[in-house]
């Protein structure tokens, strides 16, 4: 492991009862204000391996408390594995924390009740056109196939997404996002959080895997960790892992092997997104894909890296540039969106909206308002009169244009046809946004039993993977409300291989 993946600040190698998952849940506010452009510290002197103490013995052990890996941990211990979960953070939560749109899934109870038509095949197609067609077939069914099972999932743990809305690359609506209006990723970790505390899954946060170990036949037979508080090893095992450690779009240096404009932009990643996982399967011998692959997001607060939901255009925002103006259809994906966006005067723009986006999304409140974030104004021609542009005429004419093309039913000039609704309910809101390093789509090459895959496409006996980690779902570019969508299946059949492969299913 590279030291970017070890000096992840302040560590207190503890288990975590109900009240270190709740801070994983509710803290994220502490981890969005650190730097996210790379980490400084100082890592204790490592043991030696030999002086390694004992863990404990278990039957999985899931690298990575994030979304993918609680949801592998809470479906493993309930078919009867014991499990214990290994985080390097301060909490848990990893990239799921930042997630703010919702969960992509079709054939659903809620778009059945909203009369929306939708299909596994089109909820497929639309994921691997999203894409740029480079995906894995196979694996975008078996997510889009399970994608309603997923949603029932968590509404038996207790998590609803009862609300349905409309994202970038969606043909239909199928993002569901909490009812309240609140972001998905708190959401779903805080309560993610307390059913694995319910459940007294083992967990340890601060603990940096540093290796994977194997028996004297060559199984997998455990982890090596390292507690940055005592500076001392530990040796935790088992026959079968979980790796869920995320992706690396907080890593800079990785980033730039692949992309080296990307060197000094901004990141919505959480700062222990290091791609500690990938190495750490590739030195078993696991194969990767897709690893070039790297996604921006196109409405990033550049100055705080604080994301602003797909959701929000997906209910109805507009973006308008530096000269007052539309650009695009803002409901093209992230990547193309960020690329018209870059195209611009200065390269950013304005998120542009009503109390109506503004009431049901909290997030608006609760990430940007506080913070001074949140411009707003109680007439189209006063919200201009503060906005950072050439000209308020050219803003309101835009405006009004956007508005009157909706009233009278005339085409959009940018070819927007979805979530067209018109931007009239007083006060007006804006946010100063530009693109930033969102998702990294490439990781560990898995089939769709989760397995790790070596370079001859041979699964690796009693590895598993789940999450950001791994590569070959999304292809060239992720859908808004495909990762979680993608977190939940896989963390869920990763865990049903892993029963069948411990004996247990």
Same mark, same amino acid.
């Given at each position: ?20 998952? =709740? ?15 790379? #980490? ?113 999932? #968590?509404?038996?743990?207790? =998590? ?17 996002? &909490? ?82 404009? $990307? ?44 994301? /602003? ?9 507009? /973006? ?92 959009? &000039? ?7 609704? &018109? ?29 790790? /895959? ?6 690796? &006996?009693? $590895? ?14 992720? /859908? ?18 892993? $029963? ?6």
């Amino acid at each position: 492991m590279g030291k970017a993946g070890r000096n992840a600040g302040m560590r207190t190698g503890k288990a975590i009862d109900r009240r270190d998952f =709740m801070r994983g849940a509710l803290g994220t506010g502490a981890l969005a204000a650190l730097s996210f452009a790379g #980490l400084t510290g100082c890592a204790p002197k490592q043991a030696d391996a030999s002086e390694a103490q004992d863990g404990g013995s278990f039957d999985l052990i899931v690298i990575g408390a994030g979304g993918a890996g609680m949801t592998a941990a809470m479906s493993a211990h309930d078919g009867g594995a014991r499990v214990i979960l290994l985080e390097k953070m301060a909490v848990a939560g990893g990239n799921t924390c930042f997630a703010e749109g919702g969960m992509n899934a079709c054939c659903t109870k809620l778009q059945e009740e909203e009369g929306v038509e939708d299909s596994v095949d089109l909820f497929a197609s639309d994921t691997y056109k999203g894409g740029h067609e480079l995906g894995n077939k196979e694996l975008i069914r078996y997510m889009c196939e399970n994608s309603n099972a997923a949603i029932e999932r #968590l509404a038996e743990r207790g =998590m609803h997404l009862t609300k349905i809305s409309t994202s970038g690359g969606a043909s239909v609506p199928r993002i569901h996002r &909490p009812e309240d209006g609140s972001a998905v990723g708190k959401y779903l970790v805080k309560h993610m959080c307390d059913q694995c505390a319910e459940r007294g899954v083992d967990a340890v946060t601060h603990m940096d895997v540093q290796e994977i170990l194997a028996g004297d036949d060559g199984a997998i037979a455990g982890v090596r960790a390292l507690d940055d508080r005592s500076g001392r090893l530990v040796d935790y095992h088992a026959p079968a892992i979980v790796i869920a450690a995320g992706g690396f779009g907080a890593n800079h240096e990785m980033l730039a092997q692949y992309r080296p404009e $990307l060197r000094e932009a901004v990141t919505t990643n959480q700062p222990g997104a290091q791609g500690d996982g990938i190495l750490l399967g590739q030195a078993v011998g696991a194969d990767t894909v897709d690893i070039e692959q790297i996604q921006v997001h196109p409405t990033v607060e550049q100055g705080t890296s604080i994301l /602003l939901s797909e959701g929000i255009r997906g209910d109805s925002a507009v /973006l308008v540039n530096a000269e007052g103006n539309r650009f695009t259809d803002e409901l093209l994906t992230r990547d193309v969106v960020s690329a018209a966006e870059w195209e611009q005067p200065g390269g950013w723009a304005y998120a542009v909206f009503d109390k109506h986006v503004y009431d049901d999304n909290k997030s608006i409140k609760e990430k940007f308002e506080k913070k001074g974030l949140l411009i707003s104004a109680d007439t189209i021609e006063a919200l201009g009169a503060q906005l950072e542009i050439t000209s308020t005429d050219n803003f309101t004419a835009t405006m009004d244009a956007y508005n009157s093309a909706i009233e009278s039913g005339a085409d959009d &000039p940018f070819g927007r046809w979805k979530s067209r609704n &018109p931007i009239v309910n007083a006060p007006f809101y804006a946010i100063k946004v530009a693109p930033g390093i969102h998702h990294t789509m490439g990781g560990l090459r898995i089939d769709v039993d989760a397995q790790v /895959l070596d370079a001859a496409g041979q699964p690796i &006996p009693g $590895l598993f993977a789940a999450g950001e980690v791994t590569g070959g779902i999304h292809g060239g570019n992720r /859908l808004g409300g495909n990762a979680i969508c993608d977190i939940n299946v896989f963390g869920h059949r990763a865990a049903e291989t892993a $029963l069948g492969f411990l004996g247990l299913a």
